[in-house]
């Protein structure tokens, strides 16, 4: 075996596996459709001042186990195998490193019902030869017990998988001079069941096994590298066996170049999807390289990605929501560093979006693992950021989370803010309190089916401590999003009955945001929501006479969104309830008339509007004891009302005049009827009628009763019939003379 390109090959933890080899699909250069992938939620390196590296990880309980090698906390200057255990929000709660004098490595993990089952090499003395190593570690990284394998020459182990309690582990081994794939069983303890090595009839290669992982029918599926040939540098190489090391088949892939296999993954159809790097094709130098094969080896398709420069796929993972999630390295800067990547594509490996994290110099992920809450964990190693070369998670998308640390309980009040969240912030009312407090931002709008029309959702929650009892949230509200009335925006809780509308305050409005604050009972399910309180309208009579009824009507009252479901009424001390309600008062005077509607989402409104009850005008009229013809009498009406302006009409036969007191001259003598009508502003009237003797004048301007003869006319004639005489014997006399 070439020692100088496995030194090599370890130092820089590239687990070989070139790919390249019969092509049935065209490989696709495919690097269009780039969109923002998700945003870096936090990010951490473990390690000091010299060269660590982590290699993987595992999603737990309450964070995630992450693996590798330090030389950090290392008291030889070599490697040692490192494990550390973060929250969920990064932070790290415990971490151990094992192993010896010697260069010592993690590769691997897998969790027991226990505890967690790392491999990697071991070696017992500097100068001594890499030999492969299990060990099993406590909930707490205690040590349990370790196994080395393989003393005869160096070995290494790269993969762990369980299935059903079977534990299989794969690497490699170089007995003869030159390297093999190793696949091994062992049992619960650690110890050997079987071990098989497996190589290709390429004369003077090497073969390594990096991946392992038991299929749907219980078979294994092994992925690698083979390199060292004059002609070919180094292919991927695959190799299925049966559940107890039996070989079924192997094939490679790649070109006359340099070709990789890191990881693979089951695809639903039977057959398998590879990661990797090919320098045979692409757009230049390295790339990202994706191979999908069938169950018997065939290759269906084959995609690439990347730049001009260096770029390569470390790692692969099935994404929850279909298709892939898989991460590695690209160039971005030129020749002077790459940042860790991270590519979403469907199950053809077509590009959903794609995104780098990093920042000045070089950094990579291996594998990604799936995130609490959705998202993912990326592990992997970089020069960027910390001291040297440290080992680097990123929380890549999913929940912003907070730890909310164990405070002095004398306070009141632990606030938790949040980076690139909806919420802002969560007050909990009681101080007193650790834990991880995790918002997650949720999609599912439509199946939720909040109240109004929801802005966004976010589910909250964390341990029991801090979620159980109550808080403020403040949530972030872009003011352009909402297309009504900011006071109509809202939180809403979903609880197991439903949802409920919370109080909502606006706190502050800045650079077109708004900042809300609500008061919530523990870490549920929120909406912001726009929801418009219901309108209430009362519609009645404006005035009623005292003792009679009237009906209040709510029919004009409405809700935008929802369904009234109670009417409150209040008038005075008098209440009532439902749609229509009928009042009647004894005295009058003004009456208040107060209407609330609720709406099935506890928002209520309030009418008011004024009832008179009206009295009935009384009115007592004057008048002279006698008129004369042509002479101006004055009348006048003393009007008692409580409620209301009146307007009193005098009718003097054809003649109708308006005022409390009036003058009026009459055209003829005799006994004349006046009317009287008072009328106050609601409608109310009184009426009241008086007779009025008028006498006549003489010609002298006499009065003259207006029962005799003397009415100074033609005797036997009133005044117009006297008149008519005079002028028609006026026109007899002319007529004579002439």
Do not use: C
């Amino acid at each position: 075996m070439n020692r100088t390109v496995l030194a090599t090959l370890l130092a820089l933890f590239v687990v070989a596996a070139p790919v390249t080899g019969p092509v049935t699909a065209a490989s696709t250069p495919d690097d269009a459709g780039n969109s923002s992938g998700p945003s870096q939620r936090w990010a951490k390196t473990v390690g000091g001042g010299d060269d660590d590296k982590l290699a993987t990880g595992l999603k737990t309980d309450g964070g995630y186990l992450v693996v590798g090698w330090s030389n950090s906390s290392a008291t030889d200057g070599k490697h040692d195998g490192y494990v550390s255990m973060l929250d969920r929000t990064g932070q790290t709660k415990w971490e151990r490193t094992y192993g010896g004098p010697g260069t010592d490595r993690i590769y691997d993990v897998v969790q027991v019902e226990d505890g967690y089952l790392v491999a990697g090499m071991e070696t017992e003395r500097i100068g001594q030869a890499w030999t492969g190593w299990v060990m099993k570690l406590g909930p707490d990284g205690e040590k349990q017990w370790e196994r080395t394998y393989d003393d005869s020459g160096p070995s290494a182990l790269w993969s762990l998988t369980r299935s059903n309690g079977t534990l299989y582990v794969g690497g490699w081994q170089d007995d003869s001079g030159s390297a093999e794939g190793w696949l091994m069983e062992l049992s619960p303890n650690g110890d050997e069941v079987w071990s098989e090595t497996y190589e290709t009839r390429r004369s003077g290669a090497d073969e390594y096994v990096n991946s392992v992982f038991v299929t749907g029918n219980g078979e294994l599926l092994l992925t690698g590298t083979t390199e060292g040939s004059s002609v070919d540098p180094g292919d991927a190489w695959v190799l299925r066996t049966d559940s107890g090391g039996e070989l079924d088949w192997q094939r490679t892939y790649g070109g006359g170049e340099f070709d990789r296999v890191h990881d693979a993954t089951a695809a639903s159809d039977g057959g398998f999807v590879l990661a990797g790097r090919t320098a045979s094709r692409g757009a230049g130098g390295e790339d990202g390289w994706l191979l999908k094969i069938r169950g018997d080896g065939q290759t269906q398709w084959q995609r690439t990605y990347g730049t001009a420069k260096s770029d390569a796929f470390f790692g692969i993972h099935d994404d929850p929501d279909g298709g892939y999630a898989v991460s590695g390295t690209k160039h971005v800067l030129g020749d002077s560093g790459a940042d860790g990547w991270v590519l979403k594509t469907d199950s053809a490996g077509k590009l959903d979006w794609q995104r780098t994290y990093g920042q000045n110099y070089w950094d990579k992920f291996w594998p990604v693992v799936e995130g609490h809450g959705g998202g993912y964990l990326a592990v992997g190693e970089s020069t960027s950021y910390g001291d040297n070369r440290d080992g680097w998670v990123v929380r890549v998308g999913g929940p912003a989370v907070a730890a909310v640390e164990d405070d002095d309980a004398n306070e009141s009040g632990t606030t938790v803010r949040f980076e690139d969240s909806p919420v802002q912030a969560v007050t909990l009312a009681d101080s007193n309190v650790s834990g991880v407090l995790a918002v997650a931002e949720r999609t599912d709008l439509s199946a939720l089916s909040p109240p109004g029309d929801p802005l966004y959702a976010v589910s909250m929650n964390g341990s029991e401590a801090v979620t159980d009892g109550s808080a403020t949230v403040e949530f972030a509200v872009q003011k352009s999003a909402v297309e009504t009335d900011l006071s109509d925006v809202r939180v809403a809780q979903r609880t197991a009955d439903g949802w409920s509308l919370r109080r909502t305050t606006v706190v502050s409005e800045a650079n077109g945001t708004a900042i809300l604050s609500a008061e919530t009972e523990g870490a549920r399910t929120l909406a912001v929501t726009s929801v418009p309180a219901p309108s209430a309208s009362i519609d009645a009579e404006d005035a009623v006479m005292a003792g009679d009824t009237v009906e209040l009507s709510a029919s004009g009252s409405m809700a935008e969104n929802a369904t009234l479901t109670r009417y409150e009424w209040s008038v005075g001390e008098r209440s009532a309830t439902g749609k229509t309600a009928t009042v009647s008062f004894e005295r009058p005077g003004e009456r208040t008339v107060n209407l609330t509607v609720t709406d099935e989402n506890g928002l209520r409104d309030t009418a008011t509007a004024t009832l008179v009850v009206n009295d009935r005008p009384t009115v007592s009229v004057r008048t002279p004891d006698a008129a004369t013809v042509g002479k101006a009498s004055s009348f006048s009406a003393n009007v008692s009302d409580d409620v209301g302006d009146v307007t009193v009409t005098w009718q003097f036969g054809g003649a109708t005049v308006t005022g409390e007191s009036v003058e009026h001259s009459f055209g003829s003598a005799g006994t004349k009827t006046v009317t009287v009508v008072v009328e106050d502003e609601y409608g109310a009237t009184v009426t009241e009628e008086v007779q009025v003797e008028v006498n006549a004048q003489d010609a002298g301007g006499a009065t003259t009763d207006a029962g005799s003869d003397t009415s100074g006319g033609v005797p036997g004639f009133g005044p117009g019939v006297s008149l008519v005489a005079l002028l028609g014997a006026a026109l007899l006399a002319g007529r004579l003379r002439g």
